[in-house]
């Protein structure tokens, strides 16, 4: 089973719309949460953390589900700027990050 | 701003070669780490490091070697590139109390 897998895409939606990134993983003890965005041909930039509580960053929201071991990423409003792969990824308790492959979104005028 | 710098964004490299890519951050963190970037693969890490002199293997060390002599620097060296090589190389650094990692700008190998 793979440690972190998400959707690969591409989600294709219109400015304006809301879009959902799912992600699931396999290490119950995991300790923290994130999603990185990035753009083609770039590095990986942290977007923001997930915490079990949920957190808000004005149009992104990020939901973890400790007991389902599911971490979601709400965008709202999209914009043209937004369009990236998003990458779900984990701390299982190391130095070290697990990565997921990504989702694709693109934004469409 | 962390800024972590890569000494190269492009490079162009024969088989058989010794390859030296290095990466410096600026903002004392422990842990440095060094991925490779394929289509369909993801990310997958190379080594890491979490303290001056201290290796690590990650997921592919194979055919690959690094050095880390002082804390704000990493290299990863290949010892006689192969083709199989080619790929986006990207160093990133972090805190051991931050648990998240910064990413240089990543380079880009081409092993002909």
């Known amino acids: 089973r793979k440690e972190v897998e998400q959707d690969p895409g591409p989600f294709n939606v219109p400015e304006g719309a809301t879009v959902a990134f799912n992600c699931t993983y396999s290490?119950?003890?995991?300790?923290?949460f994130f999603w990185y965005r990035q753009d083609c041909r770039k590095e990986p930039k942290l977007l923001m953390s997930?915490?079990?509580s949920g957190n808000e960053d004005g149009r992104f929201t990020a939901q973890l589900n400790r007991a389902s071991q599911y971490i979601s990423l709400l965008i709202r409003d999209s914009k043209l700027s937004d369009s990236a792969t998003y990458l779900c990824?984990?701390?299982?308790?190391?130095?070290?990050?697990?990565f997921g492959k990504g989702t694709k979104l693109s934004v469409i005028p | 701003d962390v800024k972590v710098t890569q000494s190269s964004r492009y490079l162009v490299k024969r088989t058989g070669e010794k390859v030296f890519l290095e990466c410096v951050q600026d903002?004392?963190?422990?842990?440095m780490f060094w991925y490779r970037q394929d289509p369909g693969l993801g990310l997958r890490l190379i080594y890491f490091?979490?303290?001056?002199?201290?290796?690590e293997k990650g997921d592919i060390p194979e055919g690959y070697s690094v050095s880390r002599e002082k804390k704000e620097r990493f290299s990863l060296i290949l010892e006689s590139a192969s083709t199989n090589q080619t790929s986006m190389y990207l160093c990133?650094?972090?805190?051991?109390?931050?648990?998240?990692?910064?990413f240089g700008p990543g380079t880009r190998l081409l092993v002909l």
């Open positions: 990133a650094s972090g805190s051991r109390a931050e648990e998240t990692q910064y």
């Open positions: 290490n119950s003890a995991s300790q923290s």
């Open positions: 997930v915490y079990s």
């Open positions: 990824v984990v701390n299982p308790g190391s130095y070290q990050l697990t």
């Open positions: 903002m004392d963190h422990e842990n």
């Open positions: 490091s979490y303290d001056v002199k201290m290796k």
